[in-house]
């Protein structure tokens, strides 16, 4: 089992940047599948972004194509997830995941098999 700590949330006006972290510890970082999701208030939690173990591949969710980009650094045991042109339905409070190893990305969260406890998200408008 890997424990994940993310860090970076904020509070921040629409059109600002923030880069989001998940420091990964246990287990070797490098041969997980990572992901990113959220979950706003009263909603479910949603898929953003996922990288496969040695960043070969990456898949985002529509509506952050172009805006949220997730890189991994595994001589850091860190996943981040760079987050540009924020809008206000961009809060919530942003979750990272850890998966099997595999070539292929995956984007559901049943996948993912630990998680991080959350950071918090506010972008007004």
């Known amino acids: 089992q890997v424990q994940l700590v993310e860090s970076g949330g904020a509070l921040v006006q629409a059109g600002d940047s923030l880069r989001l972290s998940c420091a990964a510890s246990?287990?070797?970082?490098?041969?997980?599948?990572m992901g990113w999701f959220r979950q706003a208030p009263g909603k479910e939690r949603d898929f953003l972004a996922t990288?496969?173990?040695?960043?070969?591949?990456?898949q985002y969710v529509d509506s952050v194509k172009g805006r949220f980009t997730i890189s991994r650094d595994n001589a850091k045991n860190t996943v981040y997830l760079q987050m540009n042109s924020l809008k206000p339905e961009d809060t919530a409070v942003y979750y990272c995941?850890?998966?099997?190893?595999?070539?292929?990305?995956?984007?559901?969260?049943?996948?993912?098999?630990?998680w991080g406890q959350g950071t918090q998200v506010a972008v007004s408008s």
């Open positions: 995941a850890a998966g099997p190893q595999h070539y292929y990305t995956y984007d559901q969260a049943r996948d993912f098999t630990s």
């Open positions: 246990g287990r070797t970082f490098s041969s997980y599948n």
């Open positions: 990288i496969t173990w040695n960043a070969g591949r990456t």
